[in-house]
């Protein structure tokens, strides 16, 4: 409660408000009469000292503790530096009028350090209080004052006593001030005190006033204040509740006879009557205070809690959680710690930070013990104080790790507390230093008087320290707060330790792959922060494109599959039996549209592009390749500008031919018969492309028939010079020549009859068929056909049969062509043709006849409606060409498709 030093009454307060005292504190002074006390309030007094003086008569007479003490003075400071001044109405220094009003004046001087001496600040109150009780009690925290009715009578006077120190004098200065009612001899004199320790003391009362009490006459009433304990004082336990008691005797006398007045007051010491738990305070005062009780007729008629001297009405109680409880023994009053209307006090023990709640409550008790006239007002403001309680401060970590700033509160602390500088590890800052590098340290008041420090570090800040690992960043924070209780100037600190973890900012990313028919994508989505958008090709990835690209999605990646020939996938070649297709996808930013993820993948893609059917029947597919975009597949022909595709939309043509049409030439080769044809634009159009700078577009299709295996059938493409040339691609064509048992071909040989034993000279009857054609459009003819001793085509010797489709002329047994009539099994007569050759024997010389021989053939497939003259003009339909043939080496005629029959045995 405030220091003293000098003579006067110093409070000496040292608030945070004080860190800054440039500004002349401005004191807010505010008074209040409450009952039988007075209270004077100040703001916040910047921690300067304060001089509490009494101004008597136009002097000031300064309040020590004693003199206070002695005339009903009592004074209390809380943390943030405000005073509390309480005066007893009746105080040595009020100016008295009639009992009824009371005046006084203090004069309240602040020292401030830097500044000259102000005027002081003048508190005059005039308090009116006319119901006084027959006794009222008052105990104060460091006196206890009781004041009883006088029935001594009215015009006694008082006579003057110096005040110890003073040159003040007691009583009522009005009378003092009076000089014409000196005391007469008719009047009693207030002479003796005695005290009851118990046992008696008796002393005049200028020695009593001496040792320290308070004795004084009113026009009605006697005054007599003990300081808290005073020797003269006794401590008496009241219903288990530690009292101190002042018993005393007053003696008045007049001339031969005396009288005397009885006063006693009982006060509940420091401790009496109060016990803690960790959240509330208990306060017990009796309800019956023996040592001021004398009759068993005591009624209790009142009581009233307060707090500060100052009753409050039981909304006030509630809200503020105090409850109080009267019963026989006690009056019961519970206060939560923290509760409004106390404080919290700050304190460092061994770097320990604690807190005590300090609270003044008071309570008001009225009773009448023998008749309803002698009344009671037993008042008692009472200062409790916690015992120190742990409270160790705490961090609370509100940082928000994608915001990149640290959030720290430090709190709740008293408001007692300063923070003073924060210590990181690598340097020290004071709070304006933090404040300066961007730290935005703030105190925050609470309304229960707590406090409590924000502070916000940026990720960025060197303080903070950083640890990359497996994609992840740890930020750590490590600082000390350095703070200070005051007014004490005792230091302590606090350690906290943050850390807050942040995924790397990883953006989406795509990835991909083919298969033998499509794009696989899969995109894995980056940190959440990335929102974006997915164009595949040109294409915005809506919902619904994505069903149809069958997306799937599993949280952390989405997958597409786009076929390769989807309108999306660019063809940027055509190759080898394969197209090569590529497809762009990116990853945009929605908000701006630019690209966060370019991905092109290109393959190529296994495709018949151009298929050989076993009855000569040819189809092409061509698409348009990227580099040709103002193509228009529909306008596509083959060499024949006729022949147009039998399909076409924007990207394909779809083409259906034979060898014999379209304008497809033919090739011979050793081994193999090379169809080709071309797919490209008219003249006209192509002229129109160029001009728009665009590629030639020339598509080379061919098929081939391998004469050594199987009739293979080939394909190329030559798009344009600077791709790559296809290979060949291989297709069958079947075409089977077998032997008939008799010229009515309805029962063949089988397979496993060969060899075939035959007289010479017997007909050997031989059928060739296209086999598996249901085409009535294409023929097969027979070209050449001859006979070998062993099974090899090319051997020698050899005896031909047929030469370009016709009968061998030179040959005396000359072939006999049979015609073919559709039946149970030739459906297609042109698929078939037959003829009968006489059974011969090549001989080397007339008696060593060969045993077996072969038959080989070589056959064409002809379109039946564009025949092309030659042989497919149908069998031997020109004797020109027999000549033309005849002159022909043997040996060219061995490059179409080649059958031969099995081993036909000579008998
Ligand atoms: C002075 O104090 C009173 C109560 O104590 C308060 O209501 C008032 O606002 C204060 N005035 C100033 C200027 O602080
Ligand atoms: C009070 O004032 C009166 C006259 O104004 C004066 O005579 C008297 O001495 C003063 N008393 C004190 C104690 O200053
Ligand atoms: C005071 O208020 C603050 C916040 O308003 C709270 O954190 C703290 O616990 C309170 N203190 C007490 C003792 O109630
Ligand atoms: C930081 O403040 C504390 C007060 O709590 C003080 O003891 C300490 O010396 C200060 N440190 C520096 C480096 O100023
Ligand atoms: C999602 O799919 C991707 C790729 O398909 C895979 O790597 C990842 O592990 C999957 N995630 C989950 C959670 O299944
Ligand atoms: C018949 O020809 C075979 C070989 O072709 C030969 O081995 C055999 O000696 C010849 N016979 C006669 C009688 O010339």
């Keep these: 409660m405030g220091c003293f030093f000098g003579s006067g009454w110093l409070i000496f307060l040292m608030t945070v408000a004080n860190i800054d005292a440039q500004n002349k504190p401005f004191i807010n002074i505010s008074s209040k009469c409450l009952g039988n006390v007075m209270r004077v309030n100040t703001g916040p007094l910047g921690g300067n000292p304060l001089e509490v003086a009494v101004s008597v008569n136009n002097s000031a007479v300064p309040l020590t503790p004693s003199l206070a003490a002695q005339c009903g003075f009592s004074m209390k400071t809380d943390p943030l530096g405000k005073a509390v001044i309480f005066a007893s109405l009746q105080n040595c220094f ?137 020797p003269e004082t006794y401590s008496q336990d009241v219903a288990g509740v530690d009292m101190m008691v002042l018993k005393t005797s007053t003696i008045f006398e007049k001339k031969w006879w005396a009288t005397q007045i009885d006063a006693a007051a009982a006060c509940p010491t420091v401790s009496g009557g109060v016990s803690f738990t960790a959240n509330a305070i208990s306060w017990y005062l009796p309800t019956h205070i023996d040592p001021l009780i004398s009759s068993n007729q005591f009624k209790l008629l009142e009581v009233h809690m307060g707090v500060d001297g100052q009753r409050l009405s039981a909304a006030e109680m509630a809200a503020r959680h105090y409850s109080m409880a009267v019963n026989d023994m006690h009056i019961v009053v519970e206060i939560p710690v923290g509760a409004a209307g106390g404080y919290f006090k700050s304190h460092v023990q061994d770097d320990h930070y604690l807190t005590s709640y300090t609270i003044e409550p008071m309570l008001e008790l009225l009773w009448t013990e023998d008749n309803a006239h002698e009344e009671t007002r037993y008042k008692v403001l009472f200062p409790i104080t916690t015992p120190l309680m742990s409270w160790p401060p705490q961090i609370t970590d509100n940082t928000v790790p994608e915001e990149r700033i640290f959030k720290v509160l430090l709190g709740p602390l008293g408001s007692d507390v300063a923070l003073v500088n924060i210590t990181f590890p690598t340097e020290v800052l004071s709070v304006a230093d933090c404040n300066v590098r961007g730290f935005n340290v703030l105190e925050h008041e609470s309304h229960n008087g707590s406090k409590a420090f924000t502070l916000q570090v940026p990720f960025t800040d060197p303080v903070v320290m950083q640890m990359k690992e497996a994609g992840i960043t740890v930020y750590s924070l490590h600082l000390t707060f350095g703070l200070l209780v005051l007014p004490e100037f005792a230091p302590f600190a606090h350690t906290a330790n943050l850390e807050a973890a942040l995924v790397d900012i990883v953006p989406p990313s795509v990835s991909g792959s083919c298969d033998y028919d499509s794009f696989h994508i899969t995109v894995r989505y980056g940190t959440q922060s990335f929102n974006f958008h997915t164009v595949v090709g040109k294409r915005l990835l809506t919902p619904v494109l994505a069903q149809q690209y069958g997306l799937v999605d599993n949280g952390t990646h989405f997958s597409l599959m786009v076929p390769f020939s989807a309108p999306d996938a660019a063809f940027e070649a055509v190759e080898s039996s394969s197209i090569r297709s590529r497809l762009d996808v990116s990853l945009r930013n929605p908000g701006t549209n630019t690209i966060i993820r ?55 043509a779809y083409f259906v031919f034979t060898g014999s049409s379209c304008g497809t030439t033919r090739k011979f080769m050793p081994d193999a018969m090379l169809y080709e044809n071309e797919i490209s634009l008219p003249d006209e159009l192509e002229k129109q492309m160029q001009s728009n700078d665009e590629p030639e577009y020339e598509l080379k299709v061919s098929c081939r028939y391998d004469v050594n295996t199987a009739h293979a059938v080939a394909f190329l493409i030559k798009p344009r010079n600077n791709e790559p040339y296809a290979e060949t691609a291989k297709g069958e064509l079947q075409v089977a020549m077998r ?99 006489q059974m011969f024997a090549f001989a080397s010389d007339q008696e060593n006849l060969s045993d077996q021989l072969f038959v080989h053939c070589d056959v064409v497939i002809c379109d039946v409606s564009r025949p092309m003259g030659g042989p497919c003009s149908g069998q031997c339909s020109n004797q020109e060409n027999v000549i033309k043939g005849q002159r022909r080496a043997v040996s060219d005629v061995h490059s179409f498709i080649h059958i031969s029959s099995g081993p036909i045995l000579i008998m």
């Design 598 to 652: 370019d991905f092109v993948l290109a393959c190529s893609f296994l495709s018949t592009l151009t298929e050989c059917f076993p009855d000569g029947t040819m189809t092409a597919l061509a698409v348009k390749l990227e580099s040709v975009p103002n193509l228009s597949p529909s306008q596509l022909t083959l060499r024949d500008p006729a022949c147009g595709p039998a399909f076409s939309d924007d990207r394909f």
């Design 94 to 230: 009020a100016q008295n009028m009639e009992d009824k009003a009371f005046t006084t004046v203090l004069n309240l001087q602040l020292h401030d350090n830097q500044m000259d001496e102000d005027e002081p600040h003048q508190v005059a109150e005039t308090c009116h209080h006319a119901a006084w009780a027959s006794r009222e009690i008052l105990c104060e925290r460091n006196y206890m004052e009781v004041s009883v009715r006088r029935a001594i009578p009215d015009d006694y006077a008082l006579p003057d006593h110096p005040i110890p120190g003073t040159n003040a004098k007691f009583g009522d200065p009005r009378r003092a001030a009076n000089s014409e009612k000196q005391p007469s001899e008719a009047e009693f004199r207030m002479t003796t005190v005695v005290f009851f320790t118990p046992e008696e003391r008796i002393m005049t009362v200028d020695q009593a006033q001496r040792r320290g009490y308070g004795v004084a006459n009113t026009p009605t009433r006697l005054v007599l204040r003990s300081p808290t304990n005073a």
């Design 739 to 837: 032997l008939a048992r008799d010229d009515s071909y309805t029962q063949l040989y089988r397979d496993e009859d060969y060899p075939i034993a035959k007289y010479l000279n017997q007909p050997v009857y031989f059928e060739v068929e296209l086999m598996r054609s249901t085409n009535p459009k294409v023929s097969l003819e027979l070209e050449n056909c001859w006979a070998t001793l062993s099974e090899d085509r090319t051997s020698q010797p050899r005896w031909n049969l047929i030469i370009n489709g016709c009968a061998n002329p030179v040959d005396p047994y000359q072939v006999l062509f049979h015609p073919v009539w559709p039946d149970a099994r030739v459906q297609h007569p042109s698929h078939f043709k037959r003829f009968e050759v």
